[in-house]
């Protein structure tokens, strides 16, 4: 195993270039699961569970809440949740130390922001569904998309009943509308020039690739997603220094026929991955 840790940390050493994608099985390894009804969604979401019914953070996001007071209720809880505390996990942490001194950038489909909370910079980083810091008209009048940090910790520490004061629900300022966080449930999400912006650099960064020794290095992404996980095997396959490196559990380690001879597979807990190699990281080059 040694000797598979030692090739990847040289596949990053030597690359020209590291493209870092990342879904939901990143953020379970730092103890974030949106999709289970776990002690963490009972303790932080059981009067939400109670209520509505709802029995894990995902379907907390597409419950249709009977009030304005209710929804922000549960969005600016979900906010806190994931943001509370001010410093990223070691998991992020770990991540960011490995490519923090290359040429890199960020592809994911997680709301929670926490690559720029390890300090990944927002031209450096994708986030195809959005995530739960920002607000939009719901109404989609304008493209504009506002940082709702002050307005959503505000939220969550004044709600009660998980109901949210009805002076601070936001209001578009163009229209006097109704707003929303600016993640990915319906087809109101923008993709305005904000996310435009980063979905080109995006493209940018692999057509600066091309020909180039690329590292893609993926972090927990399902064996069927198509967001992430298709174009990264279809980029491995069409760029002949191409390295593909998936990192997963068990039978979603997937990686198919077609680039098998380009790629690795690491099975096990990210977040113990990631902390063997920072550490052989830094006896390699202390």
Not at 18 to 43: K, Q, T, W, Y
Not at 100 to 121: E, L
Not at 187 to 205: I, K, M, P, T
Not at 218 to 227: I, M
Request: charged share 25%.
């Amino acid at each position: 195993m040694e000797h598979k840790y030692n090739k990847v940390l040289t596949k990053i050493e030597e690359a020209d270039a590291i493209l870092i994608g990342a879904s939901n099985g990143l953020s379970i390894s730092e103890g974030i699961h949106i999709f289970a009804d776990n002690a963490a969604f009972r303790e932080n979401f059981g009067d939400f569970r109670e209520k509505y019914g709802i029995r894990s953070i995902i379907q907390g996001c597409f419950y249709p809440y009977p009030s304005e007071e209710e929804k922000w209720g549960f969005f600016s809880r979900m906010y806190n949740y994931f943001l509370y505390k001010n410093e990223a996990s070691p998991v992020m942490k770990n991540l960011f130390e490995l490519v923090k001194d290359k040429n890199y950038f960020v592809v994911t489909s997680n709301i929670d922001d926490h690559f720029r909370q390890a300090g990944v910079p927002q031209e450096r980083l994708f986030e195809i569904e959005g995530n739960c810091r920002n607000i939009q008209c719901a109404n989609g009048c304008h493209h504009q998309i506002y940082p709702g940090d002050e307005i959503l910790s505000t939220m969550a520490r004044s709600q009660k009943d998980g109901k949210v004061p009805l002076d601070l629900i936001p209001k578009c300022p163009m229209c006097n509308g109704i707003m929303k966080v600016h993640i990915e449930i319906d087809r109101s999400f923008l993709r305005g020039e904000a996310w435009q912006r980063s979905y080109q650099a995006y493209q940018d960064f692999i057509e600066k690739a091309h020909g180039k020794k690329l590292v893609i290095l993926e972090f927990g992404v399902g064996a069927e997603n198509q967001l992430i996980k298709l174009p990264f095997m279809k980029l491995t396959q069409l760029e002949e220094y191409a390295s593909y490196i998936t990192f997963n559990i068990g039978r979603e380690l997937y990686i198919p026929d077609a680039i098998a001879a380009k790629s690795m597979g690491m099975d096990g807990d990210i977040s113990e991955v990631l902390q063997q190699l920072v550490q052989m990281k830094s006896a390699n080059f202390s």
